[in-house]
């Protein structure tokens, strides 16, 4: 845990993006006031009392941190900051309050596809808050060569529109409230009197294991410790009689009624039903495993369940947030969109293991799934590999990684496959 005394230079700069403003359009008076909320935070809040907590090694190769300042007068204004990162990027967010209501928010992704000598693509986009509606939303992007410093402020700033789905669904205030609110209760269960002044942090959020008719299967965490998948029944089970020897819980895998959730950790509800079936606490039993991948803005989720040849169970589902309801979205499976889009590329490319082997003779196994921002939205990376079960020819497997569009849940349907942006053999 640390003190951090240095002011943010692409704050300072987003300081002099709020205080340029055209004569030909006068703010308004809630803009002013924003800018005025935003000016002194940004100003006074390296001085002020600061609090940070970082995970690292979460599920889908992960980390996130959290910080905080609070005003240490009467004002009520406080800064809150995370940041997600992982091999393709990071999202930074960071909130501005007035006691408590967000005024201000600025979320900055950098995004880098893993190909050879890929461009590292960035946007911002600043959300303007009165009385918890959104009055403003500007956006920026921009595309930065291989070892370029990814600085925006020659990029100029876009008004959009207050509808626009992509960066504003609907409940978009809501979202960004609530993730001050998770910041502010992991962080408030700091000590302040901790030996030395240097408080630290629990070393997790709280959280519920365990319902009445389900379990938290290991390894399947989202970032923000929020959600997790989870196996149970659909009806209340005596969970003793599951009981390992390692202490860990676990059913039989042939049994059909065992189903797969997802939780929400902290209130212990059941946002809905996945399309896989794994079996136990631990996240793989010999052969058998699932693994989760999340994304954020907007909360997206894939389920991965594999054998030891193929996969057998691959869905996307997105977190559909109304106000303090969560659902889940109907589930789209990833399996044969990936393999379709891989084949297409093989076969362009006149790849020998086509010629050697037919296409029903190769099993399918997808892995490393991430989810990544786009310019236009989100595109979802698949890794896929082909094999021929047992067989030692040099051909007869290959890894493969494909970039497809990924569209949001919309009027209760599950997300949709959109364009498929790249298609790659990592081991070519």
């Known amino acids: 845990m640390h003190l951090i005394l240095k002011q943010s230079r692409f704050f300072v700069a987003a300081l002099a993006l709020l205080g340029s403003l055209s004569t030909a359009q006068q703010p308004d008076p809630a803009i002013q006031q924003i800018r005025a909320v935003f000016a002194k935070i940004d100003k006074n809040h390296p001085l002020w009392p600061h609090y940070s907590a970082a995970w690292?090694?979460?599920?889908?190769?992960?980390?996130?941190?959290?910080?905080?300042?609070?005003?240490?007068?009467?004002?009520?204004?406080?800064?809150?900051?995370?940041?997600?990162?992982?091999?393709?990027?990071?999202?930074?967010?960071?909130?501005?309050?007035?006691?408590?209501?967000?005024?201000?928010?600025?979320?900055?992704?950098?995004?880098?596809?893993?190909?050879?000598?890929?461009?590292?693509?960035?946007?911002?986009?600043?959300?303007?808050?009165?009385?918890?509606?959104?009055?403003?939303?500007?956006?920026?992007?921009?595309?930065?060569?291989?070892?370029?410093?990814?600085?925006?402020?020659?990029?100029?700033?876009?008004?959009?529109?207050?509808?626009?789905?992509?960066?504003?669904?609907?409940?978009?205030?809501?979202?960004?409230?609530?993730?001050?609110?998770?910041?502010?209760?992991?962080?408030?269960?700091?000590?302040?009197?901790?030996?030395?002044?240097?408080?630290?942090?629990?070393?997790?959020?709280?959280?519920?294991?365990?319902?009445?008719?389900?379990?938290?299967?290991?390894?399947?965490?989202?970032?923000?410790?929020?959600?997790?998948?989870?196996?149970?029944?659909?009806?209340?089970?005596?969970?003793?009689?599951?009981?390992?020897?390692?202490?860990?819980?676990?059913?039989?895998?042939?049994?059909?009624?065992?189903?797969?959730?997802?939780?929400?950790?902290?209130?212990?509800?059941?946002?809905?039903r996945t399309g896989s079936a794994h079996f136990g606490d631990r996240s793989s039993y010999n052969h058998l495993s699932i693994s989760s991948s999340w994304g954020s803005d907007p909360l997206f989720l894939a389920a991965i369940s594999n054998a030891k040849w193929n996969t057998l169970t691959a869905s996307v589902h997105q977190i559909i947030r109304n106000g303090d309801k969560e659902r889940l979205s109907p589930s789209l499976e990833l399996l044969e969109p990936a393999k379709s889009a891989v084949l297409a590329h093989l076969k362009q490319q006149g790849h020998p293991a086509l010629k050697k082997f037919t296409e029903d003779q190769f099993t399918w196994t997808l892995h490393d799934v991430r989810f990544n921002p786009q310019e236009m939205g989100t595109a979802i990376s698949i890794g896929v590999i082909g094999q021929v079960p047992k067989n030692d020819d040099e051909h007869a497997s290959f890894d493969a990684a494909a970039e497809i569009v990924l569209n949001s849940a919309v009027g209760g349907q599950a997300p949709k496959l959109g364009k498929v942006l790249s298609v790659y053999l990592t081991n070519p």
């Open 56 to 272: 690292e090694n979460l599920p889908g190769g992960q980390a996130r941190r959290m910080e905080r300042w609070t005003a240490d007068d009467d004002s009520a204004l406080q800064k809150v900051k995370t940041v997600d990162f992982d091999d393709h990027g990071s999202i930074d967010k960071e909130y501005y309050l007035e006691g408590d209501r967000v005024v201000f928010a600025v979320v900055r992704s950098e995004m880098t596809a893993m190909l050879p000598k890929a461009p590292t693509k960035v946007r911002e986009h600043r959300y303007y808050y009165n009385q918890g509606q959104l009055i403003r939303l500007q956006g920026k992007t921009a595309e930065f060569a291989p070892g370029k410093k990814t600085d925006m402020s020659a990029a100029k700033n876009v008004e959009l529109a207050l509808t626009d789905p992509d960066v504003a669904p609907e409940g978009v205030y809501l979202e960004h409230l609530g993730e001050v609110q998770v910041v502010n209760s992991l962080l408030n269960r700091m000590d302040p009197e901790a030996e030395g002044g240097t408080p630290e942090p629990s070393p997790a959020p709280p959280s519920v294991a365990q319902g009445q008719n389900w379990r938290v299967i290991h390894e399947t965490g989202s970032p923000d410790v929020r959600y997790a998948l989870a196996w149970g029944y659909d009806h209340p089970v005596d969970w003793e009689q599951f009981k390992q020897e390692d202490g860990t819980f676990a059913g039989d895998p042939d049994d059909q009624q065992i189903a797969n959730y997802v939780v929400n950790v902290r209130t212990g509800a059941v946002l809905g």
